[in-house]
């Protein structure tokens, strides 16, 4: 039997676009997102068959460690995008816009967003908010960017809210949401991330849009599922969201690898022969003879 899970033979697999998206949500097929920041990640991500590559403004804390996402610019942003662009081919790739890049005015928002799919080969952008980022979704997809958008827990607005915490748990806050939901889709974005809300209320958003709702920590009601690629491989160390599952403990296994390493290198077992280059006795035998060392 084959054990690849990728339904992704180069030969048939098709570039991911917004419109299977749409498809996507119309056969209730669900589709899968995950964060990655660097070539390796991106590629290994993109041969597992899996649609969506985020490039998140998660970068800040799971690769540059800072304690939230703020400080992210966009040069830190289309940096990380390139070398994903780099290592992915068929995942339809969404560029996160980092703090500041599309508050300011819809103008910044429109160049930003540019940047995006001209300088670091992304497919789309993301931004987070509600209703009072309308004007710069519409103007970003005017000028034929398709657009993510990201409600609940926004982690941009992490002062504001609070804390990392859930959101619209109470009826007024849920009620405001599933309006904000409804303003995105008639904005243009072509599928929107819900963040750290209840199960039920997701659901019933993801009923209501046309577009595909991609949870985190939402439920299984949405159209899709991402998460921080992070959080699934046990790489962050500070910690994992209740929301996540730990498919790996890669952080303890990289621990052991270097320390497995540093004591082979300490009892000089590592290099070993094979891992050494030869010189042909002859040109050895010339080399000494030319320093004077032949015996
Ligand atoms: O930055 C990010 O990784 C995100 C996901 C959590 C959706 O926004």
Redesign the pocket.
Known sequence: MSTDFSNSSSSTRKKVTTHLFRLKKHRREPISML?AYDYPTASTIDKAGIDCI?V???LGMVVLGYEN?LPVTMEDMLHHCKAVARGAHYALLVG?MPFMSYQISVIEAVRNAGRFLQEAGMDAV?LEGGRSRLDAVRAIVDTGIPVMG?IGLTPQSVHQLGGFRAQAREHEAAQQMIEDAMLLEQAGCFSL?L?AVPARLAELISNRLKIPTIG?GAGSGCDGQ?L?THDLLGLFDRFTPKFARKYKNIYDEMRLAFEAYKSDVERGVFPAQEHSIEMPDDEWQALLALIGEAK
Request: net charge negative; proline share 0%; aromatic share 0%.
């Open positions: 964060t985020l998140g403004d998660s996402t996160d993301k990201h991330v963040e985190i991402v921080v």
